[in-house]
T-cell receptor, first 114, second 114 residues
Framework: NAGVTQTPKFQVLKTGQSMTLQCAQD?????MSWYRQDPGMGLRLIHY???????DQGEVPNGYNVSRSTTEDFPLRLLSAAPSQTSVYFC?????????????FGPGTRLTVT | AQTVTQSQPEMSVQEAETVTLSCTYD???????LFWYKQPPSRQMILVIR??????QNATENRFSVNFQKAAKSFSLKISDSQLGDTAMYFC???????????FGEGTQLTVNP
């Protein structure tokens, strides 16, 4: 198993550009989520999904869109990038939702918006 | 809303010694889980240990153990026989039993010196 994979590893965008951060898992996990990590603030939940076709907002959803058309993939879309979205983005997945199930994190994507 | 606080931004310890990282949290829930995650320079998030709030016995995983004080809402991590590979950012995290999201603290950067 490859686990949770994220592409790209690094990305530089100009303000106003759009892009999609890719996340995929091959463990048949129902639950997937996106976090952003900023210095001094820990990780904060952006969006999550408890299964294909079901998504919900986390703590900091503004400026981001998600969809979950398959169990394996959970892309994160930035429609119009802003410098405030400069961060490291982590995707995570678990067998099901709830703290009983361990969350597995991807390697992260470092995004810089200039 | 739940909050998690790590009051030690940085700590250092000599190899083979013991170090304790502090974490406090605030919640009105009675059933929840607490976690410690490790993030080495590779950026990969790794689950170190977790504690279920209804269990009175403190969790242990090899050299890692916790001191869980439910009434005080405190959840510290003790690392015994520190190794150079323990150098990392450590995050304390909280999740409700019925929830689907992790709430992270700000992190503590631990450096193990030879």
């Amino acid at each position: 198993n490859a686990g949770v994979t994220q592409t790209p590893k690094f990305q530089v965008l100009k303000t106003g550009q759009s892009m999609t951060l890719q996340c995929a898992q091959d463990m048949n996990h129902e639950y997937m989520s996106w976090y952003r990590q900023d210095p001094g603030m820990g990780l904060r939940l952006i969006h999550y999904s408890v299964g294909a076709g079901i998504t919900d907002q986390g703590e900091v959803p503004n400026g981001y869109n998600v969809s979950r058309s398959t169990t394996e993939d959970f892309p994160l879309r930035l429609l119009s990038a802003a410098p405030s979205q400069t961060s490291v983005y982590f995707c995570a997945s678990s067998l099901s939702w709830g703290p009983y199930y361990e969350q597995y994190f991807g390697p992260g994507t470092r995004l810089t918006v200039t | 809303a739940q909050t998690v606080t790590q009051s030690q931004p940085e700590m250092s310890v000599q190899e083979a010694e013991t170090v304790t990282l502090s974490c406090t949290y605030d919640t009105s829930e009675n059933n929840y889980y607490l976690f410690w995650y490790k993030q080495p320079p590779s950026r990969q998030m790794i689950l170190v240990i977790r504690q279920e709030a209804y269990k009175q016995q403190n969790a242990t995983e090899n050299r890692f153990s916790v001191n869980f004080q439910k009434a005080a809402k405190s959840f510290s991590l003790k690392i015994s026989d520190s190794q150079l590979g323990d150098t990392a950012m450590y995050f304390c995290a909280f999740e409700e039993t019925s929830g689907s999201r992790l709430t992270f603290g700000e992190g503590t950067q631990l450096t193990v010196n030879p």
